[in-house]
């Protein structure tokens, strides 16, 4: 598709060496998800609502056990200058692509190798078309060549739902405004959400829209996408100078004067 910068395959998430526990978390939970949905009747309604409870209660550690983990310094780094950003250049909120790309650049001028990432996807095996943005960050390390970082600015709102469980409100609570974190971290939150909103639209008797379940949503961040560093959006032919460099616009009445006579400045008032 049309857009700048180089073009990359779809990410390959390879579990970091160093969160073993994390994995085995994950791995633990869905297998307990998948025989617990084996399950086709329960002694009693109260048996029904402790196994939701505990169902939120894993996710909760999940959530909590990757997003809110503070080992790594690069990306507690990363989260301060991002947040600085954000503060430094909030005016631009309004206009999601510009705000984007207005952090990128603060990124690349304290020294990261920063960029705007862009997926696109076609059509395809019940797959519905769509495309999204976000902020990528390479960072050069001695031991694993380089690692990825992804920024999304405004992630939990992309998990909102209408007429939420409970259960996924509270879920969603735990969810960071603003993601900093690596591929796999990313990807695990991506499906741990896709199932609990699967979940909590059928206990309403709600359809599953095909841009809420979990290929569509992984797409998002992990399809192929292009990378670039240009500042301005693709479709900003539309937008004003002044959308992207704002200036403090004062209207003044011009007001006349008459000539000097003998040194003395007269107004014209009429």
Not at 8 to 31: M, N, Q, T
Not at 47 to 61: A, G, K, M, Q, Y
């Amino acid at each position: 598709y049309d857009s700048s910068g180089s073009e990359h395959s779809a990410a390959v998430v390879v579990e970091d060496d160093d969160s073993p526990c994390l994995s085995e978390l994950v791995h633990s939970f869905l297998e307990d998800d998948h025989d617990a949905a084996e399950q086709t009747s329960y002694k009693s309604d109260s048996d029904r609502v402790d196994s939701n409870l505990d169902f939120t209660d894993s996710l909760e550690i999940i959530i909590k056990s990757t997003s809110l983990n503070n080992r790594d310094s690069y990306r507690n780094l990363l989260m301060a200058h991002v947040l600085r950003a954000m503060e430094m250049h909030s005016f631009f909120k309004i206009d999601k692509a510009i705000f984007r790309r207005k952090v990128m650049a603060y990124l690349r001028e304290v020294g990261h190798n920063a960029a705007i990432c862009k997926t696109k996807w076609s059509s395809s095996g019940g797959l519905t078309a769509g495309n999204y943005e976000f902020i990528d960050v390479v960072q050069s390390a001695a031991r694993t060549g380089q690692n990825r970082y992804l920024i999304d600015l405004d992630f939990a709102s992309e998990f909102e739902i209408a007429r939420p469980t409970t259960e996924y409100s509270r879920l969603l609570q735990h969810l960071p405004r603003v993601f900093v974190g690596r591929n796999e971290e990313l990807k695990m939150i991506v499906k741990v959400m896709s199932d609990s909103v699967k979940r909590s639209l059928k206990s309403k008797e709600l359809t599953l829209p095909p841009w809420r379940k979990n290929r569509y949503m992984q797409n998002k961040w992990f399809g192929s996408y292009r990378r670039t560093t240009n500042q301005i959006p693709a479709s900003s032919s539309s937008l004003t100078p002044s959308a992207v460099h704002p200036v403090n616009i004062v209207q003044c009445r011009h007001v006349g004067f008459d000539e000097t006579v003998n040194g003395r400045l007269f107004v014209r008032t009429r």
